[in-house]
């Protein structure tokens, strides 16, 4: 496959992606959803209170901060707030 081939098919993947219209963002009611990483978080939690037979505080707060920062970023992302707040920054 030559460089000139590659080329065309780079140009029309690029073309296709940037031609299709973004869906505007949804301002409703989208409930939390637990990512990934909280999950492995809490899992892993689980796991070393289990094998170390002892609760680890600083773990367990630290997940707690994590997961109360996520919500306040999730739920203020969706704000007329944080739209300015972005615009502002992409100035």
């Known amino acids: 496959m030559g460089g000139h081939e590659m080329s065309g098919w780079r140009t ?3 073309t296709r992606v940037a031609s299709k219209p973004t869906p505007a963002p949804s301002r409703g009611a989208n409930p939390i959803r637990v990512r990934s990483r909280e999950f492995l978080a809490a899992i892993l939690l689980i796991a070393k209170c289990l094998v170390s037979g002892s609760f680890d505080r600083w ?6 901060a994590f997961a109360v920062a996520n919500v306040a970023i999730s739920l ?10 972005a615009a502002f920054l992409l100035r």
Do not use: E, P, S, Y
Request: hydrophobic share 65%.
């Open 12 to 14: 029309m993947i690029i």
């Open 59 to 64: 773990f367990a707060a630290g997940f707690a």
């Open 76 to 85: 203020g992302a969706k704000t007329r707030v944080w739209d300015h707040f």
